[in-house]
């Protein structure tokens, strides 16, 4: 492979890595599916799966990725032609082969080659290959014979042809025309059709403008024929009949420019535009539900078979020509048919005129009959664009500095005290259509979680293979959408708490019967929006947690030390989340290192999320992971310390007021104890944590937030409360870093920034400064 | 963008020095590095920072770090009045901003001009120096800003504070 990749060739490249990983992650579930029950539907998805792999891969030169994505593809086919049952092994084969696929796809997005992938190639295309050994040998009644190449390995359309046993439509067009029972095509199927189809049809059209502009340009013709071979291909696998025999009529045309035969016109590119206009108006159809009938089908087509001029031979025949001579002509063909056929003798020179007259007039009728074909222009119905995540990433940012001058002009200082009714008026117009170009910016990032929770299925098939254990996964709310970087971090999160559920959780097969439960275990995987942010809970039906176990463990660590009757249940769960932290009396290879909780907490403490946990002995065990809405931009109370204002996060007050001196009790050790009814909160001030002098150091002079953290309360004290504000999340620099207490800043209407308080590490940082101050 | 403008101005901005007043002395910096001057503007101090690192400030809706460069060198603290400057510096795509006393000129001064640095050096900032620049009898102290920011020392200050 040559090494010189211009820049055309790697955005063909990436383009189809990113299309193939789309694709796998869509599979990879469905594979697993497939084990369950084999529907041919998913088969043939499956196939194709491998097949459009190969095919790219096979164009770009990726042998390794073709050769395994060949070596399955054989290996379903054979499933898929019912000469090889499925048997468990075979998914985790398949599944294999999706790994190897991702890791080679990495390779090649990386390096843009997949040379490096050749040994583990070699080794999985094996796999695949004794898989069809073991299984056919299994069959052994099963004549072999007809497997050895079971699908065509290049042209898109020949391969699906096979003789299935489900009714997979052929592409052969005598058959197809007979109404045979349809491959059931689903609406995601339809879909990707509609958007696959759109595009080859965007770029045989580009292609056909550039054509027809500039004739001599061989290369592009090259270009379209493959574009609309694809959609032909498409079209024949989807059984849309007529439009595969209108593109396979264009391919033909396409064909002959391409080998140089002289045309009916000069230029077929009007005509050729006209058919591909007729090709998008019937893609449209079928993107509205229909079936994509194209009406004049007839017509279309022998139109376009009008641009191909009849052979020479065509007429000398009907000319009495005997046909045995002129193919023979044609054979030796380096003069004109004709001027053979008559040095030869074996037609009258007046024959062959009267022969070449013949044609000459076809084509002029060619002409002028093909001449009316006017152009009728339908634009292409857009599904979606792909958009580079960073140009929205600045689109957002665009609309947070929006906001802020929003801000900055409406609350503007030099206004205050003018009487400016239009100005107001004016203002809240640009401030409600801010708001709106907001929060349709927020959903633009916001993709569903079904992919998320799909990838899970592949993680709970393989755990529970490995656990001997029988688990359903039950995903509700696919649909919730989430923004794409919180998906990003709670991924890992979600690895280890399906780990847990299924290690921990779930007992055994035996065991669950003994207790009385069913033999199948189930996790449910819920996604829903609620009081305003997004609920991600897992619920097993395991064995619960153990409350003495957990606290047992904990006081052996020493992270709970003396009277821990007190605790209550909540704050022992919490403990699980502990680095380090694990009941597990052995670890396996699935888990008990007490890593993955400390995980789950960090990841969701990035995104501001909160986790509850709530189990129930024997019943199971049920875990939230809650998550705010947005990330960028949050509602915070502005609060003032001595001449510093913060901000604070108003998702996490609970309440606010003005202490009285009895409300307060000071602990020998010197901390503060605020009473709220009837619990006892201890008190943090943030002029300490910040460093500041405040307007007074007497509690009854300012005031107390309560603030709730994970699950435990307290109070902040500071001088007052500004007001609330919708703030935009902006990082420190990085030149700084992290800074303790401080989750990032802001900048305020009057242009000044403001640091935004990080609820979290506020307790940390202040537990630290104390303990800097004792020593 | 400013990737453009370095590559389009890498010749004229050669030898050429941003030149500015800092406690009795003249100091100069790459010109290739300096994006703006501005003037002194209300800094908002974040907590647990040595004390060279000011604060932040609202840059046109960035939010930058700003650095004093006379606590940088340990050079006795003075008043911030209005001849007092902050110079945004971008270096790897990180923009700082330097507080200065006052900013002088843009000097042109080749590489001929240029005498290396001391090596005897007792302040703080002398390991920071590139060079002596000569313009006639004066001389400019040239600063090296990788070494300014990045240094290791600073690193160390950083990452202590990353651990608090």
Known sequence: ?775 | MADDIMLDNEDTQKDKYLTFHLAGEDYGIEILYVIEIIGIQKITEVPDMPAFIRGVINLRGKVIPVMDIRARFALPDREYDDRTCIIVVNIDEVEVGLVVDEVSEVADIPAANVEPPPKTGKSAGSQYIQGMGKIGKAVKILLDVHKLLFSEEMQALIAEQDET
């Open chain 1, 1 to 775: 492979m040559s090494m010189d990749i211009d820049n055309d060739q790697i955005e063909i490249i990436q383009e189809f890595v990113t299309e193939s990983q789309d694709m796998i992650e869509q599979l990879e579930p469905q594979i697993i599916e497939l084990g369950q029950n084999s529907d041919p539907e998913i088969m043939n998805a499956i196939f194709r799966l491998f097949h459009s792999m190969k095919g790219s891969a096979g164009f770009l030169e990726f042998d390794h990725i073709t050769r395994v994505a060949h070596a399955a593809e054989n290996l379903l086919d054979l499933i898929r032609n019912g000469e090889i049952e499925l048997v468990p092994d075979h998914v985790t084969l398949l599944c294999d082969a999706c790994d190897f696929s991702k890791d080679a796809l990495e390779n090649v997005n990386s390096d843009y080659t997949d040379s490096s992938m050749g040994p583990a190639a070699d080794e999985m295309a094996e796999k695949l290959h004794q898989a069809i050994q073991i299984a056919k040998q299994v069959n052994a009644e099963e004549p072999a014979a007809t497997t050895e190449e079971p699908t065509g390995a290049t042209s898109g359309s020949d391969t699906v042809e096979p003789a299935t046993v489900e009714p997979v439509p052929t592409t052969e067009p005598p058959a197809a025309e007979l109404e045979l029972p349809r491959l059931e095509i689903t609406d995601e199927m339809r879909l990707s059709f509609v958007q696959e189809g759109n595009e080859l049809l965007q770029n045989a059209e580009q292609g056909l403008l550039a054509w027809g502009e500039n004739p001599g340009d061989t290369e592009s013709i090259g270009d379209i024929f493959r574009q609309i071979h694809s959609f032909k291909g498409n079209c024949g696998f989807f059984g849309f009949v007529q439009m595969e025999k209108l593109s396979h009529q264009m391919e033909n045309i396409l064909d002959r420019v391409k080998s140089g035969s002289q045309l009916a016109v000069e230029n077929p590119a009007d005509q050729l535009l006209a058919s591909l206009d007729v090709l998008q108006q019937a893609v449209n159809d079928i993107s509205d539900g229909k079936e994509g009938i194209i009406e004049d089908l007839e017509q279309r087509v022998q139109q376009l078979q009008l641009l191909v001029p009849p052979l020479l031979g065509e007429f000398l025949v009907e000319e009495g020509v005997a046909e045995k001579a002129i193919h023979q002509a044609v054979k030796t063909q380096k003069k004109p048919v004709g001027e053979i056929l008559v040095e030869q003798g074996k037609a009258s020179p007046v024959q062959v005129d009267n022969a070449l007259k013949k044609q000459q007039e076809n084509l002029k009728k060619a002409k002028q009959e093909t001449k009316p074909a006017v152009r009728t222009k339908t634009p292409a119905k857009r599904q979606d664009i792909r958009v580079d995540l960073s140009k929205l990433d600045s689109l957002i940012n665009l609309i947070g500095e929006l906001v802020i001058g929003e801000n900055m002009l409406i609350h503007n200082p030099d206004l205050i005290g003018l009487e400016l009714e239009s100005f107001n008026k004016a203002g809240q117009h640009m401030s409600k259509l801010v708001r709106e170009l907001q929060e349709m910016a927020m959903t633009i990032r916001m993709i569903p979680v079904s992919g998320l929770f799909r990838r899970m299925i592949r993680l709970v098939h393989d755990i529970s293979v490995k656990a001997g254990k029988k688990v359903d996964l039950v995903l509700v709310g696919e649909e919730t959408e989430i923004d794409k970087t919180v998906i990003e971090t709670i991924t890992d999160p979600l690895v280890h708490l399906l780990r847990n559920s299924l290690d921990h959780g779930l007992e055994p097969p035996d065991e669950r019967l003994a207790t009385g439960k069913t033999e199948k275990g189930t996790v449910h995987l819920t996604a829903s929006h609620e009081e305003g942010e997004v609920w991600v809970v897992i619920e097993d039906d395991g064995r619960g947690l153990d409350r003495d176990k957990i606290l047992e463990k904990a006081i052996s660590k020493g992270m709970v030390d003396g009277d821990s009757s007190e605790m209550s249940d909540k704050a022992i769960y919490n403990l699980i989340f502990a680095p380090g932290f694990s009941t597990a009396d052995q670890v396996t290879d699935i888990s008990g290192r007490g890593v993955g909780m400390d995980v789950v907490k960090r990841n969701l403490e990035k995104i501001k999320g909160k986790i509850d946990v709530s189990s129930t002995p024997g019943q199971g065990t049920r875990i939230t992971l809650r998550i705010p809405l947005t990330l960028a931009i949050i509602d915070g109370m502005l609060v003032r310390v001595g001449t510093t204002t913060c901000i604070m996060p108003t998702l996490s007050i609970l309440e606010a007021f003005r202490p009285t001196m009895e409300q307060m009790t000071i602990t020998p050790e010197g901390d503060e104890l605020a009473r709220v009814r009837e619990n006892f909160f201890p008190v943090i001030r943030l002029h300490e944590i910040l460093e500041k002098e405040p307007a007074s150091r007497n509690l009854p002079d300012g005031i107390l937030i309560v603030l709730e953290y994970q699950g435990s309360r307290f109070c902040l004290f500071v001088d007052e409360i500004v007001g609330q504000q919708q703030t935009v999340i902006k990082g420190l620099s990085e030149f700084i870093g992290n800074v303790a207490g401080v989750s990032g800043c802001t900048i305020l209407g009057d242009g000044g920034v403001s640091l935004i308080l990080d609820v979290g590490s506020l307790v940390e940082s202040a537990e630290k400064k104390k303990m800097n101050l004792k020593h």
